[in-house]
Every structure is written in structure tokens, then in C-alpha cells.
Nanobody, 115 residues
Framework: VQLQASGGGTVQAGGSLRLSCAAS????????MGWFRQAPGKERTFVAQ????????AYADSVKGRFTISRDNSKNTVNLQMNSLKFEDTAVYYC?????????WGLGTQVTVSS
């Protein structure tokens, strides 16, 4: 599976961004999807995930209530709507597919929140 994230950019604190991830190569609707992020000098951390059908989601405590993950299996895309952005949300964001007992990563997209 190939994953390509897009939608990153620079936004002021309190603003919003919507990230998208396009998947190709395998049956998109058969696997869970997730978003992770990596801030400079820090490890990659979990942000959100969604089940293959889209029926269940989970979020890191730090983004709960501000971020929303969704997917469109007809378009092979997964999205991350990010509202009320904070400086500490600055990071490279990666989408990932749950395959083979682990996460398969795509290329990231930079999100910068200015204070």
C-alpha cells in the first residue's frame, strides 16, 4: 500500500487545518488507518485511529475534542480535521495503515502552528 499525506501548512494558534491521506495498492476498506506525528527532537506519537469501516475512532488525550479522524472508503482517503490548533501541535504528521500486525507509514506533511 502507498500512502500520501497532504494538507499541511502554517497556521496561527487557534486556527484549523485539514489533512488528507490518499491510499493505493490494496483494498483500503479492509484495514484500520491512523495518524501519527513527530515533533522536532521527539519520537513519533499516536494521534488518532479509525477502524476499517469507520465505525470506531480513538484519539490521544492531547487532541481529544479538537481533532476528528474520518475516512471515505469509496475514495480511499482518510482525513484529520484539526481545530483549535496549539503551538505544541507543530510536527510532521504521518498517516499509517495497520498491516501485518504493525503500522505501514506514508510520507509526512509538515504542520506548523505559530503562537
Amino acid at each position: 500500500v502507498q500512502l500520501q499525506a497532504s494538507g499541511g501548512g502554517t497556521v496561527q494558534a487557534g486556527g484549523s487545518l485539514r489533512l488528507s491521506c490518499a491510499a493505493s495498492g490494496r483494498t483500503f476498506s479492509s484495514y484500520n488507518m491512523g495518524w501519527f506525528r513527530q515533533a522536532p527532537g521527539k519520537e513519533r506519537t499516536f494521534v488518532a485511529q479509525i477502524t476499517s469501516s469507520g465505525g470506531s475512532t480513538a484519539y490521544a488525550d492531547s487532541v481529544k475534542g479538537r481533532f476528528t479522524i474520518s475516512r471515505d472508503n469509496s475514495k480511499n482517503t482518510v482525513n484529520l480535521q484539526m481545530n483549535s490548533l496549539k503551538f505544541e501541535d507543530t510536527a510532521v504528521y504521518y498517516c499509517a495503515a495497520a498491516l501485518g500486525g504493525g503500522w505501514h507509514w506514508g510520507l509526512g506533511t509538515q504542520v506548523t502552528v505559530s503562537s
